[in-house]
C-alpha cells in the first residue's frame, strides 16, 4: 500500500505553490490567526518547518476571508419578500456561520492534531500489560494455564527479541526481570511508537 503523504504537509506544498505573499493590508485576520494557534498548539513540529509563519497564516487567512465571503453570499441567497431587518441579520449570520464551518474543514487548515507519545503511552498496553504476559506465558509452559500464548506472537507485538521474552516468562519475576532492562524496554517502546505513528498517518 502507497504511504499517504500527511495532510499538514499537503497543505504546507500547495500553500507555497500558491505564494507566500502578503496581502495589502500586511496583517494577519482571525482564520489567518486561529489557524497559526491552532498549529503551534497541534503540530509544533510541521509549524516549525514553516519558513515564513507570519505569511504563511496571513495568506492562508486571506484565502479562507475570500472562500468564506463567496460562500456566504451563495448560502444566504436573496433577501426574502416581507423579511425583516432582525430576520435579515439572522439569515446572514446562519449562512456565515456555515460558510465558516465548512471552509474550516475544507481548507485543511486546522488538521486534527497528531497523537503525542504522552497519549499513546497513556493509552496503549505497555509494562504493566507485558509482565502480566509473562506471568501468563510462565503458567502456560508449567502446564498450570490453559492459554494459547505464542512467543513468536508476543516478539512481534512489543518488538522485543523472542529470546528475552522467553528469559523473562521463565525468570522468577517478571517484574524484576523488566527493571534490569531499561534499555531493551526503552527500544521496545520507542520502536512501537514509531509503528504507531506510521500507522497513524497510513490511516489518515
Same mark, same amino acid.
Given at each position: 500500500?502507497?504511504?499517504?503523504?500527511?495532510?499538514?504537509?499537503?497543505?504546507?506544498?500547495?500553500?507555497?505553490?500558491?505564494?507566500?505573499?502578503?496581502?495589502?493590508?500586511?496583517?494577519?485576520?482571525?482564520?489567518?490567526?486561529?489557524?497559526?494557534?491552532?498549529?503551534?498548539?497541534?503540530?509544533?513540529?510541521?509549524?516549525?518547518?514553516?519558513?515564513? &509563519?507570519?505569511?504563511?497564516?496571513?495568506?492562508?487567512?486571506?484565502?479562507?476571508?475570500?472562500?468564506?465571503?463567496?460562500?456566504?453570499?451563495?448560502?444566504?441567497?436573496?433577501?426574502? &419578500?416581507?423579511?425583516?431587518?432582525?430576520?435579515?441579520?439572522?439569515?446572514?449570520?446562519?449562512?456565515?456561520?456555515?460558510?465558516? !464551518?465548512?471552509?474550516?474543514?475544507?481548507?485543511?487548515?486546522?488538521?486534527?492534531?497528531?497523537?503525542?507519545?504522552?497519549?499513546?503511552?497513556?493509552?496503549?498496553?505497555?509494562?504493566?500489560?507485558?509482565?502480566?504476559?509473562?506471568?501468563?506465558? !510462565?503458567?502456560?509452559?508449567?502446564?498450570?494455564?490453559?492459554?494459547?500464548?505464542?512467543?513468536?506472537?508476543?516478539?512481534?507485538?512489543?518488538?522485543? &527479541?523472542?529470546?528475552?521474552?522467553? !528469559?523473562?516468562?521463565?525468570?522468577?519475576?517478571?517484574?524484576?526481570?523488566?527493571?534490569?532492562?531499561?534499555? !531493551?524496554?526503552?527500544?521496545?517502546?520507542?520502536?512501537?511508537?514509531?509503528?504507531?505513528?506510521?500507522?497513524?498517518?497510513?490511516?489518515?
Amino acid at each position: 500500500m502507497r504511504r499517504m503523504q500527511p495532510l499538514w504537509q499537503i497543505v504546507i506544498a500547495t500553500m507555497m505553490v500558491v505564494g507566500m505573499r502578503l496581502g495589502e493590508s500586511g496583517r494577519m485576520n482571525t482564520y489567518g490567526r486561529q489557524a497559526m494557534a491552532h498549529w503551534r498548539r497541534h503540530l509544533p513540529a510541521a509549524y516549525r518547518q514553516i519558513p515564513d &509563519p507570519e505569511a504563511f497564516f496571513t495568506r492562508a487567512g486571506e484565502e479562507m476571508q475570500t472562500q468564506v465571503t463567496e460562500l456566504s453570499t451563495r448560502l444566504a441567497g436573496p433577501d426574502l &419578500p416581507g423579511e425583516g431587518y432582525l430576520e435579515k441579520v439572522a439569515r446572514l449570520t446562519r449562512a456565515k456561520t456555515e460558510a465558516e !464551518q465548512i471552509v474550516r474543514t475544507d481548507s485543511g487548515m486546522f488538521p486534527e492534531p497528531e497523537p503525542t507519545r504522552q497519549e499513546w503511552e497513556q493509552t496503549s498496553p505497555q509494562e504493566d500489560a507485558l509482565i502480566d504476559w509473562a506471568w501468563q506465558m !510462565q503458567a502456560q509452559l508449567e502446564g498450570l494455564a490453559d492459554t494459547q500464548l505464542s512467543l513468536e506472537q508476543a516478539a512481534k507485538e512489543w518488538i522485543l &527479541p523472542g529470546g528475552f521474552l522467553a !528469559q523473562m516468562a521463565t525468570s522468577s519475576s517478571p517484574w524484576e526481570f523488566w527493571k534490569t532492562h531499561p534499555r !531493551q524496554w526503552e527500544t521496545s517502546v520507542q520502536a512501537r511508537w514509531e509503528r504507531h505513528l506510521n500507522q497513524y498517518r497510513t490511516d489518515r
